[in-house]
């Protein structure tokens, strides 16, 4: 109690402290309405980025971004930091360092089969990136272990899981998204498709637009609701080394990564990404698809955003690995597709079998 009788001694200890805390995705300092309503895009964060000889990365005016403020950027980014309380329970998931895995990784190609790894999507202008890392990655891990191809819904999840995933279009937490799966499941994208088709370039878009409806029905009058859930099993988070999330993704196929976003961030156009310059912006969640090394020896993690492929290389990026950068290791979840509701499309079609050996 003596270092307490010395408020600045107290302090020192406090902050010193917290510099050993691997940063989760961090809380954002409140704007001025000035900064809010200017343009994310800026030519001096383009300039600043690529003459310096350190970054790695090559920024430039991303079309995808080309009318948005600040403030609609922000609401694109929609992970909230997850509560405590949420992660009690949930299992962290470890590798045997016996597996093997390679120098250089991509999904894509690694199960070529699966149409839905490679797909880019587009959020359009609402806080959804929680729930489009999590289905994205169901969608490709039902495809890698039962050979479906199939895509799941984004707008189930976002309009159906309610207060238990956090605020829907204004953002939610990506564990309680896999919890939801394991819970209620997911319909497809055909029984139930995304809200938001015209993305945020059309008049009189804006950053408040309301989560859609939870309507549990499929647009298609001879499709069931229930009939059309995916489930998974557990929802799990993966140990933060980086060998941890290389086996799992090698394993299991891709998974969701959450991370803090800076101003840098929004013009990103291709190379190794590391923040250089601008301020926080929130938090984001996206689906991580493999890995390797550039040219210049800097290992690096290859994701699929989902801003369409008008932003960075082609839609996707790639971000240092092995650094925590942005604190992209720190939270890593997923969960393995269930067989739950698929044994009775099985049973469905032994029953036709059946019937046509009958006649």
Not at 100 to 105: N, R, S
Not at 124 to 132: E, I, M, N, R, T
Not at 263 to 290: P, R
Request: include cysteine; hydrophobic fraction near 35%; proline fraction near 5%.
């Amino acid at each position: 109690m003596k270092d307490m009788a010395n408020p600045l001694l107290f302090l020192a200890s406090f902050l010193l402290l917290l510099s050993t805390v691997h940063p989760k995705v961090i809380a954002v300092e409140q704007l001025s309405e000035v900064k809010l309503n200017s343009q994310i895009l800026q030519d001096s964060i383009v300039k600043q980025v690529n003459e310096n000889p350190k970054a790695g990365w090559k920024a430039a005016l991303n079309p995808r971004l080309s009318n948005y403020t600040v403030g609609e950027f922000k609401h694109l980014l929609g992970v909230k930091p997850t509560p405590k309380k949420e992660l009690l329970g949930i299992p962290v998931i470890t590798h045997g360092k016996s597996l093997k895995v390679p120098t250089k990784f991509d999904a894509r190609t690694a199960w070529p089969q699966c149409s839905t790894i490679g797909r880019i999507l587009d959020q359009g202008h609402c806080g959804s990136c929680w729930a489009f890392g999590a289905v994205e990655s169901l969608s490709d891990r039902f495809c890698i272990h039962f050979s479906m191809n199939i895509s799941l819904s984004v707008n189930d999840l976002l309009a159906c899981c309610g207060f238990l995933c956090g605020s829907g279009c204004d953002g939610g937490y990506p564990i309680s998204a896999w919890r939801y799966f394991v819970r209620r499941g997911v319909v497809t994208e055909e029984c139930d498709p995304y809200f938001d088709d015209t993305g945020c370039s059309h008049p009189g878009c804006e950053p408040a637009y309301p989560t859609p409806r939870c309507v549990k029905k499929c647009v298609k009058g001879n499709q069931l609701w229930r009939e059309s859930k995916h489930y998974s099993v557990g929802a799990y988070r993966i140990n933060s080394d980086p060998a941890d999330i290389m086996a799992e993704v090698y394993t299991n196929g891709p998974v969701e990564v959450s991370f803090t976003v800076y101003e840098d961030f929004a013009h990103y156009k291709s190379g190794v990404y590391k923040h250089v310059t601008g301020g926080v912006m929130g938090g984001h969640a996206v689906k991580l698809i493999g890995w390797g090394t550039s040219d210049d020896g800097e290992d690096y993690w290859l994701l699929a955003n989902q801003w369409n492929r008008g932003w960075g290389d082609d839609g996707y990026f790639k971000i240092s690995r092995g650094t925590n950068e942005c604190g992209i290791e720190d939270d890593v979840v997923a969960g393995l597709p269930s067989t739950k509701n698929l044994v009775r499309e099985v049973g469905d079609m032994d029953t036709l079998e059946d019937a046509l050996f009958r006649e």
